[in-house]
């Protein structure tokens, strides 16, 4: 009697984890941002998928004066680019947290996006957005065209804070469901692209 030879499925590794880096856009005095990120840093603690890293323009400001084209950096820049560019760099996609200015999204936001490039290339960008009756949906309208321009790719799905200041209780945590099952949503969706365009990026690397 003959026995065919045991073929063992050997183990699959599993893959790193991706790494989000979540961007506080807002710098303003009294800003609301804060209670917005720990809710949505919240939502990627408790994925085993997903990593964060808050890069918090308030805390790690940028100069915002850009340099002539080929020409040298203020002093003190090298300094301040050191403290941000690296982590996005290292990021495999992206969450903006932002609120709405003048119908679009705040300048401290758009200084740092204009100080990189290559550092968002082939990566998927998220938003969570806030504010009024609007939600910031109208910042995130105008972020979409910028990150094109940049060659990343913005999610579909968003989650839009609107009233935020009515959303979350007293101890900072959020009452509304259907703001957590979009925050879900969406990094659901970022997952799946992050995963995506990192194994594309790692078997050929991209060219703008």
Do not use: C
Not at 68 to 93: N, Y
């Amino acid at each position: 009697m003959s026995t065919q030879p045991q073929h063992r499925t050997q183990p699959q590794p599993q893959p790193q984890p991706l790494r989000v880096a979540v961007v506080v856009g807002s710098t303003r005095e009294g800003r609301f941002a804060p209670v917005v990120t720990d809710w949505i840093k919240g939502h990627l603690d408790g994925r085993g998928d997903m990593n964060a890293d808050v890069v918090d323009l308030a805390v790690t400001p940028l100069p915002t004066v850009l340099p002539p084209f080929g020409g040298p950096a203020a002093p003190g820049t090298e300094e301040a680019l050191a403290l941000v560019s690296p982590r996005l760099a290292a990021a495999d996609a992206f969450v903006f947290v932002t609120p709405e200015y003048n119908h679009s999204f705040p300048a401290s936001l758009k200084n740092a996006i204009d100080w990189h490039n290559e550092q968002w290339h082939a990566k998927p960008v998220g938003f969570v957005s806030y504010g009024g009756i609007s939600g910031g949906l109208r910042a995130v309208e105008q972020l979409r065209l910028v990150m094109a321009e940049l060659n990343a790719t913005t999610i579909r799905n968003t989650v839009s804070l609107h009233q935020v200041w009515g959303l979350f209780d007293e101890d900072r945590v959020m009452k509304d469901p259907a703001s957590d099952a979009a925050a879900k949503a969406m990094l659901d969706q970022l997952a799946w692209w992050a995963q995506a365009l990192r194994d594309a990026r790692n078997a050929r690397p991209y060219a703008a």
